[in-house]
């Protein structure tokens, strides 16, 4: 079992910046990826950013650099950093962790945080 605890969500301004925060405990150990996801009213959920427990990363093609993930395996978090937000990035945001044991795999998800940037 994985628990994820997110926090960091809120109102910005367009142009701002915003960083999202996710803890993780319970089977850490057995933490693939973690990463982030956003669903926005009437949209599917979609990819934001992910990072690979070997360093590989993976953004949303709407991110264009304006966004960075980081993750501290020594702490179990994942943050991400939003730079340069814009209205349509207003959403909820999902932090996510893989669960890998053996051949059983799965996903686990955070309660999900807003980011809503508005004027």
């Known amino acids: 079992q994985v628990q994820l605890v997110e926090s960091g969500g809120g109102l910005v301004q367009p142009g701002g910046s915003l960083t999202l925060s996710c803890a993780a405990s319970?089977?850490?150990?057995?933490?693939?990826?973690m990463g982030w996801y956003r669903q926005a009213p009437g949209k599917q959920r979609e990819l934001v950013a992910r990072?690979?427990?070997?360093?590989?990363?993976n953004y949303g093609d709407f991110v264009k650099g304006r966004f960075t993930i980081f993750r501290n395996n020594t702490k179990s978090t994942v943050d991400l950093q939003m730079n340069t937000l814009k209205p349509e990035d207003t959403a909820v945001y999902y932090c996510?962790?893989?669960?890998?044991?053996?051949?059983?795999?799965?996903?686990?998800w955070g309660q999900g945080t807003q980011v809503t940037v508005s004027s």
């Open positions: 996510n962790a893989e669960y890998v044991s053996g051949t059983y795999r799965r996903n686990y």
């Open positions: 990072l690979a427990s070997g360093g590989n990363t």
């Open positions: 319970g089977s850490i150990f057995s933490i693939g990826a």
